[in-house]
């Protein structure tokens, strides 16, 4: 039986650090506003609002809050992972830890990884994905699962991380900093092949860190940290090689997101100040319990509502289509004034999708360890970890190789190249279903309950 929002609410301790839950939840909202807002979706396919407005992406300085989400996981994996430790508690403790902290992250992944691609090759076998915009949905719709894959990364490497934090502190974040910085001098001044994807690891880790010093209370001087991380994003943009856009853009040379950058790290840096700068006086609005209670609930469906918001914006555009309704050149006035109602729309019908898929990111009832389990072998502990280790790298590779070749051209094989191999989008789904298996059968089916 699911726990209600209200339950959970009531039962918060009063240890628990509130403002995190917020975070979370409005980093993930800010995305979904921003893409709902800069799809420019026309009968000649599905654009970017940004590319045809340069001028407007001085916004993603601001909706670009990805970052935070990375910095708010760093948080809370530090707090887990050291109760685990001290608690001794789904032995082996890493097995234990990659298990619990995915469990609710690849359940509703994995489901709509599989709905889409069962809807994908209904439409491919109709012989329906020649249009334009059936095309570019069909590769569309998997694109914001890059984040899912580096996170992933992140949740397996949080115990060694966790180490060098405990031992340097600021100069582990420094170090990855100096190594992102580095990655860029090799790629932009020396032209070395395939240095930039290093990047995916140095500058999100670097962010990631940043959640470590906040659990440790180590960021005192949070207007420091976000007055120079805006001032280096400003400086790398005005005179390095750095586009002004903190997202991708169609057809640009050099991206800010992919591979990621140094200028993003600095982004990053000024948000995670700007943030830890409000958390005083969010702390006493968050205190109200109407106000907590709704933090709850949406912390509760949040990762199922990002998964969908796409499908959802797609079957606004799909009903004003069999409406017989034309489809406005974007950004001319006709297409602004359809963007509140497309808006409410979208949030309508992603409301509808999360109430049919919410039950898979929802916690599993508690059920107590089998005896077989509660037997495991000193050799079979051992080897879970590295089962939970190779099961969470396959599902790293499935995950942001399909976020890479979409689903469109299933039955041709079609190709992506995932930093240096080819990979097609059955292959990554097989990837990502099988470490998904690992990742389950690595511990102990008890369930473990994390802080953080």
């Not at 090799?186 to 906040?214: C, I, K, T």
């Not at 830890?276 to 907590?292: G, T």
């Not at 499935?398 to 094989?413: D, K, R, V």
Request: hydrophobic share 60%.
């Amino acid at each position: 039986m699911t726990v209600s929002a209200r339950a959970m609410a009531a039962a918060t301790p009063a240890s628990r650090d509130r403002y995190v839950d917020l975070l979370r939840v409005a980093s993930l909202a800010t995305v979904v506003c921003g893409h709902w807002l800069m799809a420019a979706v026309s009968t000649d396919g599905i654009g970017n609002l940004l590319a045809l407005v340069p001028p407007l992406q001085v916004l993603t300085w601001g909706l670009q809050v990805m970052p935070v989400f990375f910095f708010v996981g760093g948080f809370s994996h530090a707090l887990s992972y050291r109760s685990l430790e001290r608690r001794g508690e789904g032995r082996p403790v890493y097995a234990a830890f990659l298990r619990a902290r995915l469990q609710r992250l690849l359940r509703p992944t994995l489901v709509f990884v599989l709905v889409w691609a069962a809807l994908a090759l209904l439409v491919q076998l109709a012989g329906a994905d020649g249009g334009r915009l059936a095309g570019a949905a069909l590769r569309m719709v998997t694109q914001p699962l890059w984040f899912i894959g580096i996170y992933l990364a992140m949740v397996a490497l949080t115990p060694p991380l966790l180490r060098l934090h405990a031992r340097w502190g600021w100069g582990a974040f420094a170090a990855l900093a100096g190594a992102a910085a580095l990655v860029d001098v090799l790629r932009f001044a020396l032209g070395v092949p395939y240095a930039e994807f290093l990047n995916f690891a140095f500058v999100w880790l670097a962010v990631h860190q940043l959640g470590f010093l906040r659990a440790d209370g180590r960021i005192t001087r949070p207007a420091l940290l976000g007055a120079a991380g805006l001032a280096g994003a400003v400086l790398l943009v005005a005179a390095g090689p750095y586009p002004l856009s903190m997202v991708g853009m169609p057809g640009e040379k050099v991206s800010n997101m992919a591979p990621p950058t140094l200028a993003l790290l600095c982004h990053g840096m000024w948000l995670v100040g700007a943030v830890q700068l409000l958390a005083r006086p969010a702390a006493a609005w968050l205190a109200r319990p109407r106000v907590w209670r709704g933090v709850v609930a949406a912390n509760g469906v949040a990762m199922t509502a990002f998964l969908w918001h796409l499908t959802a914006m797609l079957g606004v555009y799909a009903a004003q289509l069999a409406a017989g309704l034309a489809l406005p050149e974007p950004a001319t006035a006709a297409w602004w004034a359809q963007v509140p109602p497309r808006i409410l729309l979208a949030a309508a019908l992603t409301a509808a999708l999360v109430a049919c898929f919410r039950r898979f990111e929802a916690p599993r009832p508690v059920t107590a360890a089998a005896p077989a389990a509660r037997a495991r072998t000193a050799e079979g502990a051992r080897g879970s970890g590295a089962a939970a280790a190779l099961g969470t790298t396959l599902c790293l590779l499935g995950i942001l190789g399909l976020s890479m070749t979409g689903l469109g051209g299933l039955l041709e094989g079609h190709t992506a190249v995932l930093i240096a191999f080819p990979v097609t989008a059955p292959a990554a789904i097989g990837m990502a279903v099988g470490g998904a298996w690992l990742v389950e059968r690595s511990a102990s089916a008890r369930r473990v309950r994390l802080r953080g």
